[in-house]
């Protein structure tokens, strides 16, 4: 599959590849005379009617927006400072805490358990947090941004069942589309089951459409009207809708390019577990979280421009091309040599 000429930062989990033939003929085949014009309100949406009919969801409890970036503004925006509390695993997506900081909403968090060679949901912790902070949004991210991890819908129905009714519960789905154990059938299920339930989705990662800014919510039958969510009044933007339609209609593709990146996020790991001070974490999503093992962890840095430091100890690596991969490796190995000759010196 060809590669797009990458630039400048590759760490943050996009996709270096083509978006598919029908997403660039939907471009170039953009009739203009739609420009001019406003689509006719929220039902012009040609994307809503797609997405309901796929996922088997009334229209109205389908919204379109700008990412996922789109719905969780709008989803904090509906929050008093004075009063309302959001909920949120942690480690996170680092624009939660971003938003919540510029909003002045306080986010609280509950723990995701390090097991070693993954991270898991800490689903006691989360529900001993919500009976403590009542919160007004619960915001789970499955699989989790930078951890990898993704949460069962039977931990996910705990939560669910332990939240209040007038509480938001939001399953931030970026990152789907990676693992082949996901259940999306049973998120579903639950979603007809939780009237106070909603899934973003987007088309940044999967779908290779980061730049074109495409996500939607799939909403419980009463979520909308916890945060007031009003959909646009004018629609959204007629050639956006047209690509993601197009990309909706491409999963040959997209699955084919999906297996690519899962084949390298699993050569990657097993390459990073070979290495003594280096431990690859379990991912279903499209970049792996590494453990920099003690003694080497302190005063690591990396300069490759797929990885990033998120937290003490940990670095992302995005998928990114072959070559990137491999010099990732290069560099862990570099580093694993500098330290054998300091200890050979110590000796
Ligand atoms: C967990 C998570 N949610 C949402 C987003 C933003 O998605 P979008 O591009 O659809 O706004 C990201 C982007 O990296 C993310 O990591």
């Known amino acids: ?61 389908v919204s379109v927006g700008y990412g996922i970036e789109f719905f969780l503004r709008s989803i904090f925006d509906s929050c008093n400072p004075k009063r309302d509390v959001v909920l949120a695993n942690t480690p996170h997506y680092t624009f939660y805490s971003f938003y919540a900081q510029a909003k002045g909403v306080r986010l609280e968090t509950f723990r995701l358990a390090d097991k070693g060679d993954r991270f898991e949901f800490d689903v006691e912790d989360c529900i001993k947090k919500i009976r403590a902070v009542a919160p007004k949004i619960v915001l789970i991210t499955s699989p989790n941004n930078p951890t990898g991890n993704s949460i069962t819908a039977k931990n996910f129905e705990r939560i669910l069942r332990a939240a209040p009714r007038t509480s938001l519960v939001v399953l931030d789905e970026a990152y789907v589309g990676f693992d082949d154990e996901y259940k999306e059938a049973a998120f579903l299920k639950l979603l007809k089951k939780y009237e ?17 800014r495409i996500g939607f919510a799939l909403w419980g039958t009463r979520a909308k009207s916890i945060i007031r969510y009003d959909d646009l009044y004018l629609g959204g933007s007629q050639l956006l809708e047209d690509v993601a339609v197009a ?49 080497l962890a302190k005063n690591f840095s990396i300069k490759s421009p797929i990885a990033k ?28 040599l500098k330290l054998k000759k300091i200890n050979g010196r110590h000796d």
């Open 309 to 336: 430091i998120v937290m003490p100890g940990f670095m992302r690596v995005s998928l990114g091309s072959h070559k990137h991969i491999a010099g990732f490796i290069a560099e862990l190995k570099n580093a694993e």
């Open 1 to 61: 599959m060809q590669n797009i000429s990458p630039k400048k930062a590759m760490n943050r989990n996009e996709i270096e590849k083509a978006p598919s033939p029908k997403v660039i003929a939907a471009i170039r085949r953009f009739d203009l005379a739609k420009a001019p014009r406003y689509f006719d309100g929220y039902y012009g949406s040609s994307l809503a009617l797609e997405l309901s009919r796929r996922f088997n969801m009334p229209r109205d409890q």
């Open 196 to 212: 106070n339930m909603v899934i973003l989705r987007s088309f940044s990662k999967r779908y290779a459409l980061a730049g074109l």
């Open 247 to 295: 990309a909706l209609n491409s999963e040959a593709y997209y699955r084919k390019l999906a297996r690519e990146i899962i084949t390298d996020r699993e050569q990657l790991a097993a390459a990073v577990n070979k290495l003594k001070n280096f431990t690859a974490y379990e991912s279903h999503a499209n970049f792996v979280l590494v453990k920099i093992e003690p003694p």
